[in-house]
Protein backbone atom coordinates (compact mmCIF):
# COMPACT_ATOMS: atom_id res chain seq x y z
CA UNK A 1 0.00 0.00 0.00
CA UNK A 2 2.62 2.59 0.91
CA UNK A 3 4.61 1.89 -2.35
CA UNK A 4 1.37 2.22 -4.28
CA UNK A 5 0.90 5.40 -2.54
CA UNK A 6 3.99 6.53 -3.07
CA UNK A 7 3.34 6.36 -7.08
CA UNK A 8 0.22 7.89 -7.04
CA UNK A 9 2.11 10.90 -5.06
CA UNK A 10 4.35 10.99 -7.20
CA UNK A 11 1.90 10.83 -10.30
CA UNK A 12 0.33 13.16 -8.59
CA UNK A 13 3.48 15.89 -8.57
CA UNK A 14 4.31 15.12 -12.29
CA UNK A 15 0.91 16.02 -13.51
CA UNK A 16 0.20 19.11 -11.05
CA UNK A 17 3.54 20.66 -11.12
CA UNK A 18 5.15 19.44 -14.32
CA UNK A 19 8.79 19.16 -13.17
CA UNK A 20 10.04 18.19 -16.52
CA UNK A 21 8.41 20.88 -18.36
CA UNK A 22 10.09 23.24 -19.52
CA UNK A 23 9.16 27.21 -19.22
CA UNK A 24 6.81 29.32 -21.02
CA UNK A 25 9.89 31.98 -21.78
CA UNK A 26 12.23 29.24 -22.62
CA UNK A 27 8.95 28.38 -25.48
CA UNK A 28 8.28 31.61 -26.56
CA UNK A 29 12.60 32.45 -26.99
CA UNK A 30 12.68 29.33 -28.99
CA UNK A 31 9.61 30.36 -31.16
CA UNK A 32 11.33 34.05 -31.76
CA UNK A 33 14.85 32.86 -32.87
CA UNK A 34 12.92 31.02 -35.89
CA UNK A 35 11.23 34.22 -36.87
CA UNK A 36 12.75 35.67 -39.84
CA UNK A 37 9.97 38.35 -40.92
CA UNK A 38 11.85 40.78 -37.99
CA UNK A 39 15.13 40.61 -39.88
CA UNK A 40 13.57 41.34 -42.69
CA UNK A 41 10.99 44.41 -41.99
CA UNK A 42 14.54 45.84 -39.84
CA UNK A 43 16.12 45.70 -43.91
CA UNK A 44 13.26 47.61 -45.48
CA UNK A 45 13.34 49.83 -42.18
CA UNK A 46 17.19 50.60 -43.52
CA UNK A 47 16.25 50.86 -47.08
CA UNK A 48 13.07 53.48 -46.32
CA UNK A 49 15.47 55.74 -44.79
CA UNK A 50 17.94 55.34 -47.43
CA UNK A 51 15.50 56.37 -50.02
CA UNK A 52 14.59 59.50 -47.44
CA UNK A 53 18.53 60.36 -47.91
CA UNK A 54 18.70 59.92 -51.43
CA UNK A 55 15.26 62.29 -52.02
CA UNK A 56 17.01 64.84 -49.82
CA UNK A 57 20.50 64.37 -52.30
CA UNK A 58 18.51 64.77 -55.21
CA UNK A 59 16.09 67.41 -53.87
CA UNK A 60 19.22 69.60 -52.59
CA UNK A 61 20.44 70.38 -56.06
CA UNK A 62 19.89 69.34 -59.33
CA UNK A 63 23.55 69.26 -61.15
CA UNK A 64 24.20 68.14 -64.92
CA UNK A 65 27.17 68.77 -66.88
CA UNK A 66 27.56 67.39 -70.20
CA UNK A 67 28.09 67.86 -74.24
CA UNK A 68 24.96 66.62 -76.06
CA UNK A 69 25.83 67.27 -79.20
CA UNK A 70 30.22 67.66 -80.96
CA UNK A 71 30.93 67.69 -84.07
CA UNK A 72 34.43 67.37 -85.94
CA UNK A 73 34.29 68.86 -89.46
CA UNK A 74 37.29 69.11 -91.92
CA UNK A 75 38.09 70.14 -95.76
CA UNK A 76 40.35 71.35 -98.20
CA UNK A 77 40.02 75.04 -96.48
CA UNK A 78 39.30 74.71 -93.32
CA UNK A 79 39.05 72.12 -90.61
CA UNK A 80 36.96 73.09 -87.02
CA UNK A 81 35.43 71.58 -84.01
CA UNK A 82 31.85 72.11 -82.76
CA UNK A 83 30.20 71.46 -79.48
CA UNK A 84 28.15 73.02 -76.95
CA UNK A 85 29.91 72.21 -73.20
CA UNK A 86 26.81 72.44 -70.71
CA UNK A 87 25.93 73.28 -67.15
CA UNK A 88 22.95 73.46 -65.03
CA UNK A 89 21.86 74.13 -61.34
CA UNK A 90 18.61 73.87 -60.46
CA UNK A 91 17.49 74.50 -56.54
CA UNK A 92 14.24 73.07 -56.01
CA UNK A 93 13.88 74.25 -52.34
CA UNK A 94 14.89 77.84 -53.38
CA UNK A 95 11.47 78.57 -55.66
CA UNK A 96 12.80 76.29 -58.10
CA UNK A 97 15.83 79.00 -58.73
CA UNK A 98 18.21 77.57 -61.84
CA UNK A 99 21.19 78.57 -63.39
CA UNK A 100 22.25 77.20 -66.92
CA UNK A 101 25.59 77.67 -68.77
CA UNK A 102 26.03 77.09 -72.26
CA UNK A 103 29.65 77.62 -74.45
CA UNK A 104 28.61 77.49 -77.70
CA UNK A 105 31.96 76.78 -79.47
CA UNK A 106 33.07 76.13 -83.08
CA UNK A 107 36.58 76.70 -82.99
CA UNK A 108 38.81 76.76 -86.69
CA UNK A 109 41.66 74.77 -86.24
CA UNK A 110 44.60 75.76 -89.01
CA UNK A 111 48.41 74.42 -89.23
CA UNK A 112 48.92 77.36 -86.52
CA UNK A 113 46.83 77.44 -83.73
CA UNK A 114 44.44 80.58 -83.47
CA UNK A 115 45.25 81.84 -79.96
CA UNK A 116 42.97 84.57 -80.80
CA UNK A 117 39.60 82.74 -80.64
CA UNK A 118 37.40 83.42 -77.38
CA UNK A 119 34.79 81.17 -77.02
CA UNK A 120 31.08 82.09 -77.37
CA UNK A 121 29.02 81.97 -73.71
CA UNK A 122 25.26 81.83 -72.58
CA UNK A 123 24.16 82.02 -68.95
CA UNK A 124 20.92 82.32 -67.80
CA UNK A 125 19.18 82.38 -64.29
CA UNK A 126 15.40 81.67 -63.70
CA UNK A 127 13.22 81.59 -60.50
CA UNK A 128 9.33 81.60 -59.35
CA UNK A 129 7.39 85.31 -58.82
CA UNK A 130 4.35 84.06 -58.18
CA UNK A 131 2.72 82.48 -56.18
CA UNK A 132 4.21 83.83 -53.57
CA UNK A 133 4.23 81.16 -51.04
CA UNK A 134 6.13 77.94 -52.02
CA UNK A 135 3.79 75.91 -54.13
CA UNK A 136 2.97 71.98 -52.97
CA UNK A 137 4.59 69.96 -55.20
CA UNK A 138 4.73 66.35 -56.25
CA UNK A 139 8.08 66.26 -54.59
CA UNK A 140 6.28 67.41 -51.82
CA UNK A 141 3.91 64.63 -51.79
CA UNK A 142 7.10 62.12 -52.64
CA UNK A 143 8.46 63.27 -49.26
CA UNK A 144 5.67 62.75 -47.25
CA UNK A 145 5.00 59.14 -48.54
CA UNK A 146 8.63 58.31 -47.50
CA UNK A 147 8.68 59.52 -44.30
CA UNK A 148 5.30 57.60 -43.82
CA UNK A 149 7.34 54.34 -45.12
CA UNK A 150 10.20 55.23 -42.39
CA UNK A 151 7.20 55.72 -39.99
CA UNK A 152 5.15 52.53 -40.87
CA UNK A 153 8.05 50.14 -41.16
CA UNK A 154 9.55 50.95 -37.74
CA UNK A 155 5.90 50.44 -36.40
CA UNK A 156 6.29 46.88 -38.05
CA UNK A 157 9.42 46.41 -36.48
CA UNK A 158 7.92 47.41 -33.15
CA UNK A 159 5.01 45.17 -34.05
CA UNK A 160 6.24 42.00 -34.70
CA UNK A 161 7.08 40.52 -31.46
CA UNK A 162 3.30 41.18 -30.86
CA UNK A 163 2.56 39.36 -33.88
CA UNK A 164 4.63 36.56 -33.06
CA UNK A 165 3.56 36.51 -29.43
CA UNK A 166 0.02 36.31 -30.89
CA UNK A 167 1.19 32.86 -33.04
CA UNK A 168 2.99 31.48 -30.49
CA UNK A 169 0.25 32.14 -27.91
CA UNK A 170 -2.22 30.47 -30.70
CA UNK A 171 -0.23 27.34 -30.96
CA UNK A 172 0.14 27.17 -27.61
CA UNK A 173 -3.55 27.44 -26.83
CA UNK A 174 -3.89 24.28 -29.57
CA UNK A 175 -1.90 21.91 -27.81
CA UNK A 176 -3.72 22.82 -24.37
CA UNK A 177 -7.14 22.49 -25.86
CA UNK A 178 -5.55 18.86 -26.92
CA UNK A 179 -4.21 18.46 -23.42
CA UNK A 180 -7.85 19.43 -22.33
CA UNK A 181 -9.50 17.13 -24.80
CA UNK A 182 -7.32 14.13 -23.62
CA UNK A 183 -8.33 15.01 -19.56
CA UNK A 184 -11.88 15.28 -20.30
CA UNK A 185 -11.45 12.28 -22.26
CA UNK A 186 -9.90 10.36 -19.38
CA UNK A 187 -13.36 11.90 -17.12
CA UNK A 188 -15.59 10.36 -19.74
CA UNK A 189 -13.70 7.08 -19.39
CA UNK A 190 -13.22 6.62 -15.76
CA UNK A 191 -17.50 7.35 -16.01
CA UNK A 192 -17.84 4.58 -18.09
CA UNK A 193 -15.71 2.22 -15.97
CA UNK A 194 -17.88 3.18 -12.94
CA UNK A 195 -20.87 2.19 -15.04
CA UNK A 196 -19.94 -0.81 -15.46
CA UNK A 197 -18.99 -1.30 -12.05
CA UNK A 198 -22.10 -0.01 -10.94
CA UNK A 199 -23.88 -2.81 -13.49
CA UNK A 200 -21.91 -5.64 -12.30
CA UNK A 201 -22.70 -5.13 -8.18
CA UNK A 202 -26.66 -4.96 -9.69
CA UNK A 203 -26.47 -8.55 -11.10
CA UNK A 204 -25.95 -8.11 -14.31
CA UNK A 205 -23.73 -10.86 -15.66
CA UNK A 206 -21.42 -10.42 -18.62
CA UNK A 207 -23.46 -12.13 -20.94
CA UNK A 208 -26.34 -9.74 -20.48
CA UNK A 209 -27.10 -6.87 -22.98
CA UNK A 210 -26.89 -4.22 -20.18
CA UNK A 211 -23.24 -5.41 -19.45
CA UNK A 212 -22.43 -5.82 -23.21
CA UNK A 213 -23.73 -2.33 -23.64
CA UNK A 214 -21.44 -0.55 -20.91
CA UNK A 215 -18.43 -3.14 -21.51
CA UNK A 216 -18.43 -1.53 -25.48
CA UNK A 217 -19.35 2.00 -23.62
CA UNK A 218 -15.86 1.58 -21.47
CA UNK A 219 -13.72 0.18 -24.84
CA UNK A 220 -15.29 3.20 -26.74
CA UNK A 221 -13.68 6.01 -24.44
CA UNK A 222 -10.82 4.07 -24.11
CA UNK A 223 -10.43 4.21 -28.00
CA UNK A 224 -11.19 7.94 -27.63
CA UNK A 225 -8.55 8.54 -25.09
CA UNK A 226 -6.51 7.53 -27.19
CA UNK A 227 -7.09 9.47 -29.83
CA UNK A 228 -7.16 12.34 -28.44
CA UNK A 229 -3.46 11.35 -26.88
CA UNK A 230 -2.64 11.18 -30.59
CA UNK A 231 -3.67 14.36 -31.88
CA UNK A 232 -1.94 16.08 -28.43
CA UNK A 233 1.33 14.21 -29.28
CA UNK A 234 1.05 15.70 -33.11
CA UNK A 235 0.23 19.05 -31.66
CA UNK A 236 3.01 19.29 -28.74
CA UNK A 237 5.86 17.69 -31.78
CA UNK A 238 4.31 20.93 -34.08
CA UNK A 239 4.70 23.19 -31.23
CA UNK A 240 8.40 21.43 -30.37
CA UNK A 241 9.59 21.99 -34.02
CA UNK A 242 8.21 25.39 -34.14
CA UNK A 243 10.04 26.23 -30.87
CA UNK A 244 13.38 23.89 -31.85
CA UNK A 245 13.22 21.94 -28.67
CA UNK A 246 12.02 19.09 -27.15
CA UNK A 247 9.10 19.34 -24.67
CA UNK A 248 8.12 16.41 -22.78
CA UNK A 249 5.20 18.72 -20.80
CA UNK A 250 3.68 21.34 -21.36
CA UNK A 251 4.40 24.74 -19.07
CA UNK A 252 2.84 25.86 -16.41
CA UNK A 253 4.09 29.07 -15.59
CA UNK A 254 2.17 30.80 -17.78
CA UNK A 255 2.15 34.71 -16.74
CA UNK A 256 -0.89 36.35 -15.40
CA UNK A 257 -2.10 39.04 -18.16
CA UNK A 258 -2.98 42.32 -16.63
CA UNK A 259 -5.79 42.94 -19.41
CA UNK A 260 -5.68 46.21 -20.97
CA UNK A 261 -8.03 49.35 -19.73
CA UNK A 262 -11.02 49.30 -22.91
CA UNK A 263 -11.53 52.94 -22.19
CA UNK A 264 -7.89 54.61 -22.43
CA UNK A 265 -8.20 53.02 -26.46
CA UNK A 266 -9.34 56.58 -27.47
CA UNK A 267 -10.47 56.68 -31.32
CA UNK A 268 -7.05 59.02 -32.62
CA UNK A 269 -5.24 56.02 -31.13
CA UNK A 270 -7.23 53.11 -33.35
CA UNK A 271 -4.90 52.50 -36.26
CA UNK A 272 -7.19 51.87 -38.44
CA UNK A 273 -8.67 55.52 -38.15
CA UNK A 274 -5.32 57.29 -38.20
CA UNK A 275 -4.29 55.45 -41.32
CA UNK A 276 -7.66 56.71 -42.59
CA UNK A 277 -6.95 59.88 -41.64
CA UNK A 278 -3.18 59.92 -42.92
CA UNK A 279 -4.95 58.73 -46.95
CA UNK A 280 -6.61 61.55 -46.83
CA UNK A 281 -4.36 63.94 -46.02
CA UNK A 282 -1.53 62.68 -48.73
CA UNK A 283 -4.64 62.56 -50.84
CA UNK A 284 -5.38 66.02 -50.38
CA UNK A 285 -1.61 67.04 -50.87
CA UNK A 286 -2.15 65.32 -54.57
CA UNK A 287 -4.72 67.09 -55.18
CA UNK A 288 -2.99 70.33 -54.21
CA UNK A 289 -1.00 69.40 -56.87
CA UNK A 290 -3.41 68.93 -59.05
CA UNK A 291 -5.13 72.41 -59.16
CA UNK A 292 -1.24 74.20 -59.08
CA UNK A 293 -0.95 72.89 -61.78
CA UNK A 294 -3.81 74.98 -63.39
CA UNK A 295 -3.30 78.35 -61.44
CA UNK A 296 -1.58 81.44 -62.20
CA UNK A 297 2.12 80.46 -62.17
CA UNK A 298 4.67 83.40 -63.15
CA UNK A 299 8.16 83.00 -63.70
CA UNK A 300 11.45 85.76 -64.07
CA UNK A 301 14.69 85.06 -65.94
CA UNK A 302 17.87 86.88 -66.33
CA UNK A 303 20.66 86.05 -69.16
CA UNK A 304 23.82 87.25 -70.99
CA UNK A 305 24.86 85.54 -74.03
CA UNK A 306 28.53 86.67 -76.21
CA UNK A 307 28.07 85.47 -79.54
CA UNK A 308 30.92 85.42 -81.90
CA UNK A 309 29.98 87.05 -85.67
CA UNK A 310 31.26 86.38 -88.78
CA UNK A 311 33.94 88.66 -89.08
CA UNK A 312 37.75 87.28 -89.48
CA UNK A 313 40.53 89.20 -89.92
CA UNK A 314 43.05 88.89 -92.86
CA UNK A 315 44.77 86.04 -91.29
CA UNK A 316 41.52 84.36 -91.16
CA UNK A 317 41.32 84.40 -87.38
CA UNK A 318 38.66 85.44 -85.30
CA UNK A 319 38.50 88.49 -83.16
CA UNK A 320 37.51 89.82 -79.94
CA UNK A 321 36.36 92.59 -81.73
CA UNK A 322 33.47 90.64 -83.91
CA UNK A 323 31.99 89.51 -80.28
CA UNK A 324 27.81 91.04 -79.16
CA UNK A 325 27.23 90.92 -76.35
CA UNK A 326 23.50 90.65 -74.95
CA UNK A 327 21.48 91.05 -71.79
CA UNK A 328 18.21 88.69 -71.87
CA UNK A 329 15.62 89.58 -69.34
CA UNK A 330 12.48 87.50 -69.86
CA UNK A 331 9.12 86.67 -67.94
CA UNK A 332 7.16 83.32 -68.57
CA UNK A 333 3.33 82.79 -67.17
CA UNK A 334 1.19 79.89 -67.48
CA UNK A 335 -2.82 79.70 -66.60
CA UNK A 336 -5.49 76.67 -66.70
CA UNK A 337 -3.99 75.56 -70.69
CA UNK A 338 -2.62 79.02 -71.48
CA UNK A 339 1.11 79.39 -71.33
CA UNK A 340 2.80 82.92 -72.53
CA UNK A 341 6.79 84.20 -72.87
CA UNK A 342 7.76 87.16 -73.15
CA UNK A 343 11.74 88.30 -73.13
CA UNK A 344 14.02 91.38 -74.56
CA UNK A 345 17.42 90.75 -76.09
CA UNK A 346 19.03 93.96 -75.38
CA UNK A 347 22.29 94.54 -77.28
CA UNK A 348 25.14 96.18 -75.11
CA UNK A 349 28.23 96.21 -77.22
CA UNK A 350 26.80 97.98 -80.64
CA UNK A 351 24.40 100.49 -81.41
CA UNK A 352 21.33 98.32 -82.25
CA UNK A 353 17.55 98.36 -81.20
CA UNK A 354 16.84 96.17 -78.83
CA UNK A 355 14.63 92.64 -80.21
CA UNK A 356 11.09 92.00 -77.91
CA UNK A 357 10.60 88.04 -78.48
CA UNK A 358 7.19 86.10 -77.21
CA UNK A 359 5.72 82.62 -77.48
CA UNK A 360 2.31 81.90 -76.88
CA UNK A 361 0.41 78.28 -76.47
CA UNK A 362 -3.31 77.65 -75.73
CA UNK A 363 -5.03 74.22 -75.80
CA UNK A 364 -8.63 74.90 -75.74
CA UNK A 365 -9.45 72.21 -74.05
CA UNK A 366 -8.00 72.24 -71.08
CA UNK A 367 -10.76 74.82 -69.00
CA UNK A 368 -13.24 71.90 -69.57
CA UNK A 369 -10.54 69.03 -68.50
CA UNK A 370 -10.09 71.29 -65.42
CA UNK A 371 -13.77 71.29 -64.43
CA UNK A 372 -14.03 67.56 -64.85
CA UNK A 373 -10.74 67.01 -63.51
CA UNK A 374 -12.25 69.32 -60.34
CA UNK A 375 -15.60 67.18 -60.31
CA UNK A 376 -13.61 64.37 -59.86
CA UNK A 377 -11.22 65.62 -56.55
CA UNK A 378 -14.82 66.17 -55.12
CA UNK A 379 -15.58 63.28 -55.36
CA UNK A 380 -12.23 61.71 -54.37
CA UNK A 381 -12.48 63.87 -51.47
CA UNK A 382 -15.72 63.18 -50.16
CA UNK A 383 -15.22 59.21 -50.50
CA UNK A 384 -11.75 59.95 -48.75
CA UNK A 385 -14.57 61.56 -45.61
CA UNK A 386 -16.31 58.33 -45.72
CA UNK A 387 -13.70 56.17 -45.44
CA UNK A 388 -12.79 58.38 -41.87
CA UNK A 389 -16.70 57.70 -41.47
CA UNK A 390 -16.32 54.02 -41.93
CA UNK A 391 -13.32 53.80 -39.49
CA UNK A 392 -15.28 55.58 -36.85
CA UNK A 393 -18.22 53.23 -37.10
CA UNK A 394 -15.92 50.42 -37.00
CA UNK A 395 -14.15 51.55 -34.30
CA UNK A 396 -17.28 52.12 -32.22
CA UNK A 397 -17.91 48.13 -32.79
CA UNK A 398 -14.43 46.92 -32.00
CA UNK A 399 -14.79 49.05 -28.88
CA UNK A 400 -18.07 47.48 -28.01
CA UNK A 401 -16.82 44.11 -28.76
CA UNK A 402 -13.41 44.59 -26.66
CA UNK A 403 -15.59 45.57 -23.41
CA UNK A 404 -17.52 42.41 -23.87
CA UNK A 405 -14.82 40.22 -24.33
CA UNK A 406 -12.91 42.43 -21.75
CA UNK A 407 -16.00 41.34 -19.40
CA UNK A 408 -16.01 37.52 -20.57
CA UNK A 409 -12.49 36.85 -19.65
CA UNK A 410 -12.65 38.56 -16.68
CA UNK A 411 -15.53 36.48 -15.94
CA UNK A 412 -13.84 33.10 -16.70
CA UNK A 413 -10.55 34.30 -15.24
CA UNK A 414 -12.67 34.29 -11.98
CA UNK A 415 -14.91 30.90 -12.79
CA UNK A 416 -11.86 29.29 -13.50
CA UNK A 417 -9.40 29.85 -10.60
CA UNK A 418 -12.60 29.06 -8.56
CA UNK A 419 -13.06 25.94 -9.82
CA UNK A 420 -9.56 24.80 -9.72
CA UNK A 421 -9.44 26.04 -5.59
CA UNK A 422 -12.67 23.70 -5.88
CA UNK A 423 -11.50 20.70 -7.54
CA UNK A 424 -8.13 20.54 -5.58
CA UNK A 425 -10.24 20.73 -2.56
CA UNK A 426 -12.17 18.15 -3.79
CA UNK A 427 -8.84 15.91 -4.41
CA UNK A 428 -7.14 16.50 -1.20
CA UNK A 429 -11.14 14.85 0.09
CA UNK A 430 -11.26 11.77 -2.42
CA UNK A 431 -7.38 11.63 -1.14
CA UNK A 432 -8.56 11.51 2.28
CA UNK A 433 -11.84 9.24 2.12
CA UNK A 434 -9.84 6.87 -0.15
CA UNK A 435 -6.86 6.09 2.58
CA UNK A 436 -9.97 5.95 5.19
CA UNK A 437 -11.15 3.07 2.82
CA UNK A 438 -14.95 5.13 2.60
CA UNK A 439 -14.55 5.37 -1.87
CA UNK A 440 -12.95 3.14 -4.62
CA UNK A 441 -9.88 3.53 -6.77
CA UNK A 442 -12.04 4.51 -9.47
CA UNK A 443 -13.53 7.48 -7.76
CA UNK A 444 -10.06 8.69 -6.25
CA UNK A 445 -8.58 8.37 -9.76
CA UNK A 446 -11.77 10.81 -10.79
CA UNK A 447 -11.31 13.43 -8.27
CA UNK A 448 -7.25 13.39 -9.54
CA UNK A 449 -8.22 13.31 -13.14
CA UNK A 450 -11.12 16.53 -12.68
CA UNK A 451 -8.09 18.53 -10.96
CA UNK A 452 -6.06 18.08 -13.54
CA UNK A 453 -8.59 18.97 -16.31
CA UNK A 454 -9.62 22.32 -14.10
CA UNK A 455 -6.05 23.21 -14.12
CA UNK A 456 -5.42 23.02 -17.90
CA UNK A 457 -8.91 24.77 -17.99
CA UNK A 458 -7.27 27.78 -15.91
CA UNK A 459 -4.04 27.86 -17.99
CA UNK A 460 -6.22 28.11 -21.46
CA UNK A 461 -7.69 30.87 -19.89
CA UNK A 462 -4.47 32.61 -19.06
CA UNK A 463 -3.54 31.91 -22.79
CA UNK A 464 -6.81 33.32 -24.32
CA UNK A 465 -6.12 36.95 -22.13
CA UNK A 466 -2.65 36.73 -23.26
CA UNK A 467 -3.73 36.50 -26.83
CA UNK A 468 -6.68 39.22 -26.40
CA UNK A 469 -3.95 41.67 -24.90
CA UNK A 470 -1.65 41.29 -27.98
CA UNK A 471 -4.65 41.40 -30.33
CA UNK A 472 -5.40 44.81 -29.17
CA UNK A 473 -2.22 45.71 -28.89
CA UNK A 474 -2.12 45.15 -32.59
CA UNK A 475 -5.19 47.16 -33.19
CA UNK A 476 -4.17 50.73 -31.40
CA UNK A 477 -1.16 52.63 -31.34
CA UNK A 478 0.81 53.78 -28.32
CA UNK A 479 -0.15 57.28 -26.85
CA UNK A 480 3.39 58.02 -27.58
CA UNK A 481 3.10 57.35 -31.28
CA UNK A 482 0.16 59.15 -31.95
CA UNK A 483 1.29 61.89 -34.53
CA UNK A 484 -0.57 65.23 -34.53
CA UNK A 485 -0.81 65.74 -37.65
CA UNK A 486 2.11 65.36 -40.62
Not at 46 to 58: I, T, V, W
Not at 168 to 181: D, G, R
Not at 353 to 361: A, G, K, N, R, V
Request: hydrophobic residues 35%; proline residues 3%; glycine residues 4%.
Amino acid sequence: MQLYRLILCLLYLQIIFSINAVSYDELFQGYLKNDLDAQKLQLELDAARSNLQLFYYKDLVEFKLGIPNGKFTFSKDEVSLDFTPELSLKFPEWRNTSFSFQFPTAIPIAAAADDSYVPDVHISAQTDIFPFKKKITAKDVERVSLKRTILEKERSVAQQISVVRTSFLSLLKEVFQAKYNVDEANVDHNDAIRDLRLAQLQGYGEDSLEFKRLNLAVSKKLRLINEKTREYQQKLQRLAAECAMEIDELPVDIPEAELPDIQSLTLRRYKEYESAVYAKYKNDLERKVSKNEKNFYLAGTVGYEAKTGNDKTDNNKYTTSSKSHYIEPGLSASYNGFSAGVGVNIPITQNSSPELTFSMEWSPFTIAQTRLENKIMTLKEKGDSLDIAQTVKNFNTKFDELLLKKETLEWQRDTYEAEEELYMQQAQEYEKRYNAGYISESEYERGIIEYQSAVTQNLLGKIERLIFVSETAALFLPEADIIEGE
